[in-house]
């Protein structure tokens, strides 16, 4: 398998553009999740689903951030417009319905916002 | 609602040493703890976790993490310290009694460098 796949590995956009970022779980597994890095707050989780439907997103920022995950093999996290203080490493995740609860992460987005 | 704690920001040690790196946890109810890796420009590895049993828990890449319940404590540790586990380390909570609704709470990470 090769693991979780994320795209862009880099984007770089203007202040009020629209970004959006995908994710491809691995075959399998039932959950996936979005995390965001900076270093001021270090990771936070931002939304999960589990087969395919949201179950928690009190992480989602505000308004400009939404999610979705239309089929088990991808989703996406949209932001719009975006904002500078958006600029951060945004990491998808998934697991498996297992006893192991190991997170499998992909490489990450960096997305700069100017 | 759970979290952990990473009093330290990096840590550094020489090459063949032991190394520590700490975590304290606050939690209703039973911990579910975990340590993961981060190498630069990729996602978080995952190393180990205590979910319940022995307070010496087993991870990859030789290291171990003792659960200590009286002290809330968390830490990882590795007998001899090698320069490839240079990396950005994270202690995490499972926020939820039950695995299939519980989501990682993330502490804010401890640089390790190792030298030569």
């Known amino acids: 398998d090769a693991g979780v796949i994320q795209s862009p590995r880099h984007e770089v956009t203007e202040m009020g553009q629209e970004v959006t970022l995908r994710c491809k779980p691995i075959?399998?597994?039932?959950?996936l999740f979005w995390y965001r890095q900076t270093m001021m707050r270090g990771l936070e989780l931002l939304i999960y689903f589990n087969n395919n439907v949201p179950i928690d997103d009190s992480g989602m920022p505000e308004d400009r951030f939404s999610a979705k995950m239309p089929n088990a093999s991808f989703s996406t996290l949209k932001i719009q417009p975006s904002e500078p203080r958006d600029s951060a490493v945004y990491f998808c995740?998934?697991?498996?319905?297992?006893?192991?609860?190991?997170?499998?992460f992909g490489s990450g987005t960096q997305l700069s916002v100017l | 609602a759970q979290s952990v704690a990473q009093p330290e920001d990096q840590v550094n040690v020489a090459e063949g040493n032991p190394l520590t790196v700490k975590c304290t946890y606050s939690?209703?109810?039973?911990?579910?703890l975990f340590w993961y890796v981060q190498y630069p420009n990729r996602g978080l590895q995952f190393l180990l976790k205590y979910i319940t049993g022995d307070n010496l828990v087993k991870g990859s890449y030789g290291f171990e993490a003792e659960f200590n319940k009286s002290q809330t404590s968390f830490h990882l540790k590795k007998p001899s310290a090698l320069v490839s586990d240079s990396a950005l380390y994270f202690c995490a909570v499972r926020d939820g009694v039950d695995r299939n609704t519980g989501k990682l709470i993330f502490g804010q990470g401890t640089t390790l460098q190792v030298k030569p």
């Open positions: 995740a998934s697991r498996g319905d297992s006893g192991n609860e190991k997170l499998f």
């Open positions: 939690v209703s109810g039973n911990p579910y």
């Open positions: 075959s399998g597994h039932d959950y």
